[in-house]
């Protein structure tokens, strides 16, 4: 799912090429697409773009008379810019924006379809998107320490959480732990007041690093491969892969649909944490660190 900094090149893109538009036409491969009947998507064809906002991991459209159209990427959505009038893709494609200048094309690489567009009118109606997360790269320690206490969660759970903390999703977490050296199932509850300002510094610095890198990979184009794998990310990704602080290999935990990726060195004093697969199926035989692992590994050839 692309996360704050991939949305913030989006829109800073669209501010340039599209601008104040207007959306010359509206051509839909999929109904399913928009969510909302009223008012009707078609209500904004010829109207002009009042700006552009984020909300978490939404994109927001501004309009007169406080219409806006409101698109979630949601995991495999994405936004693409094309030649005006070129052909929807049959296989990705869900829908394409004309302007005078180029075409956007929506696409959705995945079979669920769960990307979606909404055209609300009103401040209020808009309002139901916010989950109520704090904007990261605008918050102190201490508000983010704030929200942090709110609830007891893992820290990984807790950074995800579009309540808490607004546009950080799977991939930037692992990132944002393994710069601020915390366990990503340390609990919110634990965390000391250095370690709150540690992870506010990792917070800023990856999400604005990851920004600048972006920005400078497009340039006056507009992103075409968002993702949230790259070769310069230190753990996102890196299963096995040995680890640019310290070496070790980048571990792994699967739960649910997600995953966490870390450096059990650098977050968790060597200690491996308990895959819950692998832990039923190696039951009390489970390496407990790095060491034991390697030795796993090496009976294992044997």
């Known amino acids: 799912m692309p996360e704050l900094p991939s949305i913030t090149i989006y829109i800073e893109r669209l501010e340039a090429l599209v601008g104040e538009g207007p959306i010359e036409d509206i051509r839909l491969r999929s109904s399913f697409l928009v969510r909302t009947a009223e008012p009707p998507i078609k209500s904004i064809i010829g109207a002009p773009i009042r700006g552009y906002r984020r909300i978490g991991k939404r994109i927001v459209f501004c309009f007169d008379d406080e219409l806006f159209m409101v698109i979630h990427l949601m995991i495999s959505g994405r936004l693409k810019w094309r030649p005006r009038g ?3 893709p049959g296989r990705l494609g869900l829908a394409m924006f004309d302007f005078s200048n180029g075409s956007l094309l929506f696409t959705e690489a995945s079979k669920k379809k769960r990307a979606s567009i909404h055209l609300v009118r009103g401040e209020e109606a808009l309002s139901e998107f916010d989950r109520g997360g704090i ?3 605008k918050s102190s320690a201490k508000q983010i320490g704030v929200a942090l206490a709110r609830e007891n969660h ?3 759970r807790a950074l995800t959480d579009q309540r808490i903390l607004s546009g950080i999703g799977n991939a930037y977490s692992d990132e944002i732990l393994h710069r601020a050296r915390l366990s990503p199932f340390k609990l919110t509850s634990k965390l000391k007041p250095d370690e709150v300002k540690v992870l506010h510094k990792a917070i800023k610095s990856v999400m604005t690093e990851w920004i600048r890198r972006h920005r400078k990979e497009v340039g006056d184009g507009f992103p075409e491969k968002v993702t949230a794998f790259h070769d310069a990310m230190a753990v996102h990704g890196k299963y096995r892969e040995p680890c640019p602080d310290c070496g070790s290999p980048i571990q792994r935990i699967r739960y649910a649909d997600n995953e966490a990726n870390y450096c059990a060195t650098c977050q968790n004093a060597g200690k491996l944490f308990a895959d819950r697969a692998l832990s039923r199926l190696l039951k009390s ?6 060491e034991e692992l390697e030795d796993h590994k090496e009976k294992r050839k044997l």
């Open 154 to 156: 893992t820290l990984k």
């Open 86 to 88: 070129a052909k929807i």
């Open 285 to 290: 035989n489970w390496p407990k660190t790095l």
């Open 135 to 137: 904007e990261v790269l």
